[in-house]
């Protein structure tokens, strides 16, 4: 346990960030997830700018990198033209 009452309230603090970031970690992965079960194209067009937005956000507050946010965004979008090019055939 903390010797100090500053860090006791870090501790507070911190499991505090730690469930709201985990919450947040959950809720893009289940978006990705969700996005990548997808078969229609046009319901996977509309959710691409909601996706691209949650990990916008998570590489804002630093919960992922912001590389890895654009490369997801990158292999996102190529899915979806490939959804899409299917749908047109």
């Known amino acids: 346990?903390?010797?100090?009452?500053q860090f006791?309230?870090?501790l507070r603090r911190d499991?505090?960030?730690?469930?709201?970031?985990?919450a947040q970690?959950?809720?893009?992965?289940?978006?990705l997830r969700e996005f990548r079960a997808q078969t229609d194209a046009k319901q996977a067009a509309a959710m691409l700018p909601q996706v691209a937005a949650l990990l916008d956000r998570g590489a804002k507050t630093h919960l992922i990198h912001a590389a890895t946010a654009n490369r997801l965004k990158s292999r996102l979008a190529l899915a979806l033209g490939r959804l899409q090019n299917r749908a047109a055939v």
């Open 8 to 10: 006791e309230k870090s």
């Open 25 to 31: 970690r959950s809720r893009l992965r289940s978006a």
């Open 1 to 5: 346990m903390p010797h100090h009452k």
């Open 15 to 22: 499991a505090k960030r730690n469930l709201e970031n985990r």
